[in-house]
């Protein structure tokens, strides 16, 4: 009879739990919460008028948030909680923190600032309402990537975004502030922070890049990027040159890159054009008997 318990036993522990979830399911989501934290800090150093930590901050929430995915899908920890969740970290990473960052370092107007660059209090609230503009075009593009994803969508597509991505447009709308950053760091370019941090050309980048964010533009996707075998060599020894440069001067190359990521929104619509040109092309044939 014993044997028989014994055999019983450990046939019940066997089973599986409903009500208990494996810690594997918790650590994608943990990540999510700790690129909220960093994006969250981020608004508090801004506000301090510690932008060069601000923008620390902002690194970290980056890479978090292109961590906490790869890691749910390689854990096989993927749910709608997590997908949820990284919306709304999304939104507060690079949306509000970079809306509030740029406002901070526009106008002056932080804890402690004894120099105020904008004492105008009427151009006080363009420079708010063209952050909040930029933080709402960031809230729209979120959320029409999440209806997307339960809608068909045409094969050209696969290769490209719709608008710019909340990432790179956090990157491009800061751009300004990390040349500056870079160049004064170096003393290379006195002038360039009269020139970046102006107001009006403030404003505009706000406004600029959050219409991108919020447009259908075609942007590059490099998820699905791929690399003809031919130029491997090439490609190679340009990322070997980029990773150097991040060594040699890391603020000064993230802002050439976020020029260069600008500079790819209307080499990708003329891509996209051509791919969507072939496609419909090839269909046009099919139908024809």
């Known amino acids: 009879m014993g044997r028989f318990r014994l055999r019983g036993r450990s046939r019940r522990s066997r089973e599986p739990r409903a009500d208990r979830v494996p810690f ?107 952050a909040l503009f930029y933080a709402m075009c960031d809230c729209f593009r979120l959320a029409r990537f999440n ?12 290769h490209f975004f719709t608008g710019v991505p909340a ?6 709308v800061l751009t300004p502030a990390i040349l500056t950053t870079a160049f004064d760091a170096k003393d290379l370019c006195p002038g360039m922070r009269v020139l970046f941090q102006n107001p ?38 340009g990322l070997l040159l980029l990773i150097s440069a991040f060594f040699a001067n890391f603020w000064m190359t993230m802002g050439f890159l976020g020029v260069g990521y600008l500079m790819t929104v209307p080499v990708t619509c003329w891509a996209f054009a051509r791919v969507r040109a072939r496609y419909c092309r090839d269909a046009n044939q099919q139908i024809r008997p």
């Open 24 to 130: 594997r399911a918790l650590v994608p989501n943990l990540v999510t919460s700790m690129a909220a934290c960093a994006g969250i800090t981020s608004i508090s150093l801004s506000s301090e008028g510690r932008f060069v930590h601000a923008l620390v901050a902002l690194l970290v929430a980056c890479v978090c948030d292109g961590m906490d995915g790869r890691i749910a899908r390689l854990l096989h920890a993927s749910s709608k909680l997590g997908a949820e969740l990284d919306s709304l970290a999304d939104f507060v990473n690079f949306g509000v923190a970079p809306a509030m960052f740029m406002f901070f370092w526009l106008t002056g107007r932080y804890f402690g600032s004894g120099d105020v660059l904008v004492s105008d209090p009427r151009l006080v609230r363009v420079i708010l309402g063209c």
């Open 200 to 237: 009006f050309f403030g404003m505009f980048m706000l406004l600029f890049v959050g219409s991108l964010m919020a447009s259908r533009l075609p942007t590059i996707s490099l998820k699905s990027l791929r690399v003809p075998r031919q130029h491997m060599l090439a490609v190679y020894a």
């Open 167 to 172: 990432p790179g447009g956090c990157w491009m």
């Open 147 to 158: 209806t997307m994803l339960e809608q068909p969508s045409q094969p050209y597509w696969k």
